[in-house]
């Protein structure tokens, strides 16, 4: 029997990457309440099905039912963003009980303040993110939903490529604001 944590039990786990981008912004809906923003697209990574998966306003339950049945999912601000702007599509669920990592809450918790997923990725990948959610907006907006969903496709891919780092490595990489390569520890077994 293998325990839940070794190397071979991950590999048999559903590990669910997810990211969502949002209709609107916050400056549209009066403050900072992520249920108002509207989803409109979600990509999961899926371990089981080693593939993304495209979901759209029109496909929140089946995304949701995916974020539910999943062994673990894991997001960069997903429990105060992502989970809120799905809440309006599932009001009786309660996001706080899928088995979830949220990278930012993790690493805020080690440091002490919030780092953007652009900056880990810099310092950790070398990669950078091909845009970002105002540009996605306008995007979903002018019907470019093919760039919407490459976008958030990118999002999630560099999502699980920081998350991987961390786990095999016990850390991930971010700039000081003087431009110090530093690094935090993440427990991501």
């Known amino acids: 029997i293998l325990a839940r944590g070794t190397e071979e039990s991950r590999d048999r786990m559903n590990i669910v990457y997810f990211d969502l981008e949002s209709q609107k912004l916050f400056e549209e809906v009066g403050g900072r309440d992520p249920g108002k923003l509207l989803l409109a697209c979600g990509v999961t990574w899926s371990t089981a099905r080693n593939d993304f998966a495209v979901y759209w306003e029109k496909d929140a339950p089946a ?22 702007v799905l809440k309006p599509y599932a009001p009786n669920e309660n996001f706080r009980a899928f088995r979830s990592t949220d990278m ?36 979903f907006r002018n019907g470019e939903l093919d760039k919407v969903a490459e976008y958030c496709k990118a999002d999630v891919d560099i999502t ?12 991930v990489h971010y700039y000081s604001k003087l431009g110090s390569k530093l690094k935090v520890a993440v427990n991501w077994k």
């Open 104 to 139: 930012l809450q993790d690493i805020f918790r080690a440091l002490g303040f919030r780092l953007s997923l652009d900056s880990i990725a810099k310092a950790t990948l070398g990669a950078t993110k091909t845009a970002d959610g105002i540009k996605s907006v306008e995007w």
């Open 63 to 84: 995304l949701i039912a995916e974020l539910k049945a999943a062994d673990r999912v894991i997001g960069f601000n997903i429990v105060s963003f992502d989970y809120e």
């Open 160 to 171: 699980r490529r920081v998350y991987e780092f961390g786990r095999d490595n016990g850390y």
